[in-house]
């Protein structure tokens, strides 16, 4: 090969070379200025007792030391009971559930919700713990009857990622709390659908709670 050929090859190498260089550059550049959007899902598992510490009356602002800062703060989140009683909901998103916590003055916990999530279901015992000799953690616990018969108010819930529904109840001494728990979509909750008759969520899996000092002071976490 002549010198000449040889020198349009080394060119031609040289020119692709430094064309991939540049590129290599520029890339390098944008994903450095870039934001990266994930499903900011915390690697952290909330367990029990962290649950039932962020309750009614904790310090909200204590509470988001422990937390860190929230996925998601709406200033107007809607109670699933009451119409237009809004307040403010600051969601995370655990590993192994999503959390909601709400706060109407900003300074301490009004309700703390707990979603748990597929994987997770059946790890974390129920609440209150007064009901762990009667049933099983969520995920696996179901909806019983004497569950029923506490039942002071309930409703159904759709969402554009859930269906569910949500059935309060009050325990008096020694807690004096109210707990919506919330059932995973079945053919039970699809009967309850129609026919408005709580009744027909006997046996629907239980995999979440909303935890307030109020009665109709519940959230649903999405």
Avoid: W
């Avoid at 190498?13 to 944008?30: D, H, K």
């Avoid at 994987?119 to 007064?130: T, V, Y």
């Amino acid at each position: 090969m002549s010198d000449l050929g040889i020198n349009i090859i080394v060119g031609t190498l040289s020119g692709f070379l430094g064309a991939f260089i540049l590129y290599l550059i520029q890339e390098y550049r944008v994903k450095k200025n870039k934001l990266v959007i994930s499903d900011f899902e915390d690697e952290r598992i909330i367990d029990r007792e962290i649950i039932e510490k962020l309750s009614t009356g904790f310090s909200l602002e204590k509470a988001k030391t422990v937390l860190g800062a929230p996925l998601i703060h709406k200033k107007l989140d809607e109670t699933i009971f009451e119409v237009g009683l809004k307040t403010n909901s600051y969601i995370y998103n655990f590993k192994n559930a999503l959390l909601k916590i709400t706060s109407q003055d900003n300074l301490c916990i009004d309700t703390t919700t707990v979603l748990f999530k597929y994987k997770s279901k059946g790890k974390i015992k129920f609440i209150p713990s007064i009901f762990d000799d009667d049933v099983k953690p969520f995920g696996k616990c179901k909806v019983e009857k004497f569950i029923l018969n506490l039942v002071r108010n309930h409703t159904s819930l759709r969402t554009m990622k859930d269906a569910s529904c949500g059935i309060e109840i009050f325990i008096p001494n020694p807690l004096y709390k109210y707990f919506t728990y919330f059932c995973e979509y079945s053919e039970h909750v699809e009967k309850y659908y129609n026919s408005n008759d709580i009744n027909d969520l006997l046996g629907s899996v239980i995999y979440g709670v909303c935890i307030s000092n109020e009665e109709k002071l519940s959230f649903f976490a999405y």
